[in-house]
């Protein structure tokens, strides 16, 4: 029998970040960012093992959650600003053989900060390095949006000077686009690496590099906040066949018929004022209430609160809104399939959004799952779309004029 080949994938993930603090274990899509990472790992059938090397014990806590080993905690002069990629994997690799006489054939780097991975991208740069066995590595790359044929550098004496020169064209940075050589830019989504490239010639890449050629579109990589919503944007609206640490989110039904909306945490900020006598009042949103008047008026598409809370105040709002509402509801996925046949509407034709955990029995039951940007962490988990806005701060009119986009 041939043995199996090892392949180890590594996820650095340092304690540190200054752009983004605690940006490894942060939600991204409702997920650890550092769990997009493991899953892509986990979920490729040459993977063989997965370890997180981290200086920070509760980036390892999270990373064990998610199905990564951690057998050492990183020392702290190799989690620094400055500390590079090299000395990283030198250490993994050294640490593995010397405590459990453990040495892959392949080493897979796999940055948290390039979430977006292809489902496939793992498996065809593994098997690319595997085709041939004269390279040293497989690193992913994308045609470069900007041409450095066209770049300039400025000398001691501030003029210009061109970057690059090319063989038999005087001046390409005067040239089309099409007669200058192609060039790639690197990504953070992966790396695949011999072994023996990393303690042999000590680099993270050898001499003989190999291009996973990516699809732009998934070319992320998280350093602020703005790479972070652009990033997440993607994820619930980009449509792409990508990694997913739990369910793959559903899209918009092709037919929708109803929204069912939570009340609390969606048409309200999830706060209450009471005064002396216990009477209470909440903080709404006007523009939700125009926005579900609008998709009906455009779209022919009803909408219902469904609330656990049984009040005066809920009653008043949805009648304000001309909303129909079910209130003292303790079983809500009882009443939303019941609610269902009395229509005579299939469940797919059927979006939910909600913010709390009560919600999470009407996911499965409906054509999609919706959720404000500020749900409760495990309701995020499970959303099939996360909204840009707050509950009561124009979550229900983000959503309205979604759907007024794709059905009206």
Same mark, same amino acid.
């Given at each position: 029998?041939?043995? $199996?080949? =090892?392949?180890?994938?590594?996820?650095?993930?340092?304690?540190?970040?200054?752009?983004?603090?605690?940006?490894?274990?942060?939600?991204?899509?409702?997920?650890?960012?550092?769990?997009?990472?493991?899953?892509?790992?986990?979920? +490729?059938?040459?993977?063989?093992?997965?370890?997180?090397?981290?200086?920070?014990?509760?980036?390892?806590?999270?990373?064990?959650?998610?199905?990564?080993?951690?057998?050492?905690?990183?020392?702290?002069?190799?989690?620094?600003?400055?500390?590079?990629?090299?000395?990283?994997?030198?250490?993994?690799?050294?640490?593995?053989?010397?405590? =459990? #006489?453990?040495?892959?054939?392949?080493?897979?780097?796999?940055? @948290?900060?390039?979430?977006?991975? @292809?489902?496939?991208?793992? !498996? &065809?740069?593994?098997?690319?390095?595997?085709? &041939?066995?004269?390279?040293?590595?497989?690193?992913?790359?994308?045609?470069?949006?900007?041409? @450095?044929?066209?770049?300039?550098?400025?000398? =001691?004496?501030?003029?210009? $000077?061109?970057?690059?020169?090319?063989?038999?064209?005087?001046?390409?940075?005067?040239?089309?686009?099409?007669?200058?050589?192609?060039?790639?830019?690197?990504?953070? &989504?992966?790396?695949?690496?011999?072994?023996?490239?990393?303690?042999?010639?000590?680099?993270?890449? #050898?001499?003989?590099?190999?291009?996973?050629?990516?699809?732009?579109?998934?070319?992320?990589?998280?350093?602020?906040?703005?790479?972070?919503?652009?990033?997440?944007?993607?994820?619930?609206?980009?449509?792409?066949?990508?990694?997913?640490?739990?369910?793959? @989110?559903?899209?918009?039904?092709?037919?929708?018929?109803?929204?069912?909306?939570?009340?609390?945490?969606?048409?309200?900020?999830?706060?209450?004022?009471?005064? !002396?006598? #216990?009477?209470?009042?909440?903080?709404?949103?006007?523009?939700?209430?125009?926005?579900?008047?609008?998709?009906?008026?455009?779209?022919?598409?009803?909408?219902?609160?469904?609330?656990?809370?049984?009040?005066?105040?809920?009653?008043?709002?949805?009648? $304000?809104?001309?909303?129909?509402?079910?209130?003292?509801?303790?079983?809500?996925?009882?009443?939303? =399939?019941?609610?269902?046949?009395?229509?005579?509407? !299939?469940?797919?034709?059927?979006?939910?959004?909600?913010?709390?955990?009560?919600?999470?029995? +009407?996911?499965?039951?409906?054509? +999609?799952?919706?959720?404000?940007?500020?749900?409760?962490?495990?309701?995020?988990?499970?959303?099939?779309?996360?909204?840009?806005?707050?509950?009561? &701060?124009?979550?229900?009119?983000?959503? +309205?004029?979604?759907?007024?986009?794709?059905?009206?």
């Amino acid at each position: 029998m041939v043995a $199996k080949t =090892e392949v180890l994938a590594v996820i650095p993930a340092r304690g540190g970040s200054k752009g983004i603090p605690r940006k490894n274990i942060r939600s991204f899509a409702g997920h650890p960012l550092i769990a997009w990472s493991i899953a892509a790992a986990r979920q +490729c059938k040459l993977v063989t093992r997965v370890i997180v090397s981290t200086d920070d014990e509760e980036i390892a806590d999270v990373a064990r959650r998610f199905g990564a080993e951690t057998p050492f905690i990183r020392p702290a002069d190799l989690a620094q600003d400055l500390t590079t990629d090299y000395p990283v994997f030198e250490h993994a690799l050294a640490w593995l053989k010397e405590n =459990e #006489g453990y040495i892959p054939d392949l080493v897979v780097q796999l940055r @948290p900060t390039s979430p977006i991975r @292809p489902v496939d991208m793992l !498996e &065809h740069s593994i098997q690319l390095m595997l085709d &041939h066995p004269e390279a040293d590595s497989v690193r992913g790359v994308i045609p470069s949006g900007q041409n @450095p044929y066209k770049m300039w550098r400025i000398d =001691e004496h501030n003029q210009m $000077k061109p970057l690059l020169q090319v063989q038999g064209v005087d001046e390409p940075f005067n040239s089309p686009r099409q007669q200058l050589p192609q060039t790639y830019w690197q990504t953070g &989504h992966i790396d695949v690496i011999r072994t023996a490239t990393i303690t042999g010639q000590h680099s993270l890449s #050898g001499k003989v590099i190999l291009p996973y050629l990516m699809d732009p579109v998934y070319a992320v990589d998280i350093d602020g906040p703005r790479d972070w919503q652009r990033a997440e944007w993607l994820v619930w609206n980009g449509g792409f066949k990508m990694v997913y640490p739990g369910k793959a @989110p559903r899209p918009l039904p092709e037919k929708l018929r109803l929204v069912v909306m939570d009340f609390d945490g969606v048409l309200t900020d999830n706060r209450v004022w009471v005064d !002396e006598t #216990g009477k209470e009042t909440v903080a709404a949103y006007r523009s939700d209430s125009l926005g579900l008047a609008l998709l009906r008026q455009k779209t022919g598409i009803d909408s219902i609160v469904l609330s656990t809370e049984k009040n005066p105040v809920v009653s008043a709002r949805c009648k $304000k809104m001309n909303v129909p509402v079910m209130q003292g509801i303790l079983h809500k996925e009882e009443a939303l =399939e019941q609610l269902l046949r009395e229509r005579l509407i !299939e469940p797919g034709e059927v979006v939910y959004i909600g913010n709390d955990v009560n919600d999470l029995v +009407c996911f499965p039951i409906v054509g +999609c799952a919706v959720v404000p940007v500020d749900a409760e962490p495990d309701v995020l988990q499970q959303a099939d779309i996360t909204l840009t806005r707050r509950g009561g &701060h124009g979550a229900v009119r983000e959503l +309205c004029d979604l759907l007024m986009q794709k059905y009206g």
